[in-house]
């Protein structure tokens, strides 16, 4: 598997705490239930499920970079027929063609994606090019300080970076959404420490997400050596999300 590829099979069976964060994130759309919503990073489908229930009446595109992902989607999502689509594609290769006609979108939806994208600028500007005016964009993400402990204990064990990410903080992140032409309803951040049980349900969760990007580049007979070494040397099975949430509309 490549850095850049999901194991998007254990990601569904594993992925409760971003499951949980974006039911709340859905639940902050302003909808009347017959709006086209962009999904951006749908993953395996499960939030996306969550708002195809807000759009009874609209359109849901699901979409994510990871083909693998996207597999698990339509298999997750494919009682909901033509209400949704799906598109693979990176976010930072996002245009209105790549959306096959439904841009310009009324909403775009973001849960646990946007601190996999490296250039938040360029994001936000996409992003814009695919809302009509006065369109919602509602996400949450890593935000600054996020897993700072883990990423310690990684680092402890002689491994200086073990993924791409990029967690912002609230005014670099008002500034770029300011000049990519958004008004801002709301920036904020929150701690949500999330713990598992120690063992197979900590180091799974370890291998498939946070540690995804490292692991795939060690051999094969290293990778879960690897991440138990990581288990171990945390001090409790608990990670240190700190979520970065945005509300804004496009001016």
């Not at 996306?48 to 298999?75: N, W």
Request: hydrophobic content about 45%.
């Amino acid at each position: 598997m490549s850095e850049r590829e999901w194991d998007a099979a254990t990601y569904d069976q594993i992925a409760h705490p971003q499951a949980r964060g974006g039911s709340a994130v859905v639940d902050r759309l302003i909808l009347d239930g017959s709006e086209t919503v962009l999904d951006a990073g749908c993953g395996s489908g499960r939030v996306t499920e969550m708002l195809l229930a807000r759009v009874p009446d609209g359109h849901v595109i699901a979409l994510d970079g990871s083909e693998a992902m996207i597999a698990a989607a339509r298999e997750r999502l494919s009682s909901y027929g033509g209400q949704v689509s799906y598109v693979c594609t990176d976010l930072l290769a996002l245009t209105p063609e790549s959306l096959r006609g439904r841009a310009p979108v009324d909403a775009v939806l973001s849960t646990a994606t946007f601190h996999w994208v490296t250039d938040h600028d360029d994001l936000f500007r996409r992003i814009a090019g695919v809302l009509r005016p006065g369109g919602q964009l509602v996400a949450q993400c890593g935000g600054a300080g996020n897993i700072a402990n883990l990423i310690a204990t990684v680092a402890s064990l002689g491994v200086d970076r073990a993924g791409d990410w990029v967690y912002a903080d609230v005014a670099t992140t008002k500034r770029r959404l300011t000049a990519a032409g958004f008004a801002i309803g709301d920036v904020w951040l929150h701690d949500e420490p999330t713990r598992f049980e120690p063992g197979r349900e900590f180091e799974d969760f370890l291998e498939t997400v946070c540690l995804r990007q490292h692991v795939a580049t060690l051999p094969v007979e290293q990778r879960r050596p690897f991440v138990e070494r990581v288990a171990a040397a945390m001090p409790e099975p608990v990670l240190d999300y700190v979520r970065l949430n945005i509300i804004a509309t496009l001016g």
